[in-house]
């Protein structure tokens, strides 16, 4: 019993702190709590960093342990106390009219919150309370939070142009740290000015994400889901006055000084790929660099979409008040779908790209049968990305693929007709735009390792493959994950197994 309680009061209050910008000077969000939680005050650890490779699908070990675990949960009294549920945060200025007339500072007010700043007036300025306004509800929706009961919910923002005049117009307390562009306290948020309308915008709600989180759950989770959260709901669209949070960037131009997608594709080109547990242990002080920025955001984004995992990890916003364990407690609840949830991660971070079509490219995956005589049929559709042929072969066994079909591609006004054997004036990643490409995943594939569908080679009109294992036909069509959707028509497969012994030098 005594431990138990111990471990109540020691659930932290993280300080959100977020700093340095990418290579290419993309501006790091950075934000920060400290709060008087009510009744009592929390505090709690980070989690402590773990290595892991690539397709490691072993349960994240947190400092907490399972002591933190789903049977730690289970005490009803427990429960009771973490709660989420609305707290009064600590008040970090009192806004004095005289000393802002001086400094010329404005006001710009909305619902939901109260801009302070000296940028001069226009439309991506002025607008900025409608656009926090409107993420208001979205935030209560995803967050279960009773928007009725909240309404009165209000914090300040202070966007800068420089920090000095902030400071003496007692607008910056002495208690904020060092940072660059971005930062959450108590009932407020500080901002630098940005050089990009749409990044502005992404601080704001990144920064808002923090607020709403801690103030009306009374926690935010551990790092790597506080700040891949707050990313995930900074990344929108703004069209005629119509807010979209957590969306797919539709491309670098519509993003510009985001660029958490180029952070994944380089260092997946790097051979720095890392896991969903890898990014899972990212500690608090990682964050000083915009490099974990976009693997949580791609974590958060991921498991928020994808048909397997999105409905327990939507469930997680209940416990974001005990940090210890959560990413545990998460991987308890996927369970046994974990290795697919891993090669599907894998199959993103290779393809990372804008405008990637989460659903369409989720792996289609079938139970394989062996073959019975001596050949098997299957169909592949054009407008997903991988899929089981759901035949299994043998190792050490000569097969021939072969591939009939005629159908649409990439409409960009008028589609172009094509075969098994792609459109050569057109190419995706050095091979023809629509060719068929095929993968053999090895049957004993547990998601431990590098999935099989990280490499491919082309089928074409047909091939001869020769399994050095047990394996299954993984097949798709070349083409853009983010141009999957225009794509008609299907491509008849046919596996025969041949009379002939395969080369001494392995399979394909």
Request: aromatic share 10%; hydrophobic share 35%; charged share 25%.
């Amino acid at each position: 019993m005594n431990r138990t309680i111990f471990v109540i009061f020691c659930i932290p209050i993280l300080l959100l702190g977020c700093s340095k910008s990418e290579s290419d000077s993309t501006p790091v969000a950075q934000s920060s709590e400290k709060q008087k939680p009510a009744p009592k005050p929390e505090k709690s650890k980070p989690p402590a960093v773990r290595s892991a490779t690539v397709g490691d699908t072993t349960k994240p070990k947190e400092e907490s342990g399972d002591f933190f675990g789903n049977g730690f949960m289970n005490s009803d009294r427990l429960k009771k106390r973490l709660k989420v549920g609305r707290i009064e945060p600590e008040v970090q200025f009192t806004a004095d009219p005289a000393k802002l007339e001086a400094a010329g500072i404005r006001v710009i007010e909305g619902k939901h919150v109260q801009i302070y700043t000296d940028l001069e007036s226009s439309a991506s300025i002025d607008e900025l309370p409608q656009v926090f306004d409107a993420a208001f509800p979205q935030w209560c929706e995803y967050f279960k939070v009773d928007p009725v009961q909240n309404a009165d919910w209000k914090i300040k923002a202070v966007l800068m142009s420089g920090k000095d005049k902030f400071r003496q117009a007692g607008l910056f307390p002495d208690s904020l740290p060092e940072f660059l562009h971005g930062y959450y306290q108590g009932d407020a948020v500080w901002l630098l000015d940005q050089p990009s309308d749409y990044y502005r915008r992404h601080l704001l709600l990144h920064e808002g994400t923090h607020a709403f989180m801690y103030i009306l759950l009374g926690g935010a989770g551990p790092p790597w889901y506080m700040e891949g959260m707050a990313e995930h709901f900074g990344t929108h669209t703004w069209d005629n006055g119509q807010l979209t949070t957590r969306v797919m960037p539709p491309s670098k131009e519509a993003t510009p000084m985001w660029g958490r997608i180029k952070i994944i594709q380089d260092e997946v080109k790097e051979g720095k790929t890392l896991s969903l547990v890898s990014v899972m242990a990212t500690p608090q002080k990682a964050f000083l660099e915009n490099r974990p920025y976009a693997w949580c955001w791609g974590v958060c984004a991921f498991l928020d979409n994808h048909s397997l995992s999105k409905e327990a990890f939507r469930e997680m916003v209940s416990q974001v008040k005990l940090t210890g364990g959560f990413s545990e407690r998460l991987f308890d609840r996927l369970g046994a779908v974990m290795p697919k949830l891993s090669e599907n991660w894998q199959v993103f971070t290779i393809n990372a790209d804008y405008g990637y079509d989460w659903e369409r490219n989720e792996v289609v995956y079938q139970d394989s049968v062996p073959m019975v005589g001596e050949t098997a049929t299957a169909e592949i559709a054009t407008d997903r990305g991988w899929q089981s042929t759901g035949i299994a072969l043998e190792p050490n066994v000569v097969y021939e693929v072969r591939a009939i079909g005629q159908y649409e591609i990439r409409n960009d006004g008028q589609p172009w007709m094509c075969e098994p054997n792609g459109v050569t004036i057109h190419y995706w990643k050095g091979k023809p735009l629509g060719v068929l490409l095929g993968s053999l995943r090895n049957e004993h594939w547990n998601g431990t390792s590098i999935t099989d569908l990280a490499k491919s080679y082309p089928v074409g009109f047909g091939t001869e493959l020769y399994p050095a294992g047990p394996a299954t036909l993984f097949l798709k069509v070349n083409e853009s994950p983010a141009e999957l959707a225009d794509n008609v028509g299907k491509i008849q497969i046919q596996i025969k197994r041949l009379d002939k012994k395969p080369p001494v030098s392995g399979g394909q």
